[in-house]
């Protein structure tokens, strides 16, 4: 059977304990939180770990980025196609 002094020892340790995990977990988000720009993000499968040999890109992968000459020229060939539209919705 319970007693009275199990029972207060059992329910003020539970509140000590969770207090206890509450206090850990807000200084751990402190600390990532202070420290998040110096953190290198950890990946455990990426592109590279399916490929052959390291997974080397190439020119034809979907998630190719461009440098800033290919997109500028992309822009401009792109600007292109939209006067071009413009210009045959005048005529019509």
């Known amino acids: 059977m319970v007693t009275m002094d199990q029972a207060a020892v059992w329910l003020s340790s539970s509140i000590l304990v969770m207090l206890g995990i ?3 977990t807000i200084i751990v988000i402190f600390i990532n939180n202070i420290l998040h720009r110096y953190w290198k993000p950890v990946t455990i499968f990426s592109r590279e770990s399916f490929g052959i040999f390291g997974g080397h890109h190439h020119v034809n992968d979907s998630l ?5 000459e290919e997109y500028d ?8 196609i939209r006067t071009a539209n413009k210009n045959q919705m005048r005529q019509k």
Do not use: D
């Open 73 to 80: 020229q992309l822009v401009k060939h792109l600007e292109k």
């Open 64 to 68: 190719y980025s461009v440098n800033q």
């Open 22 to 24: 509450l206090v850990i």
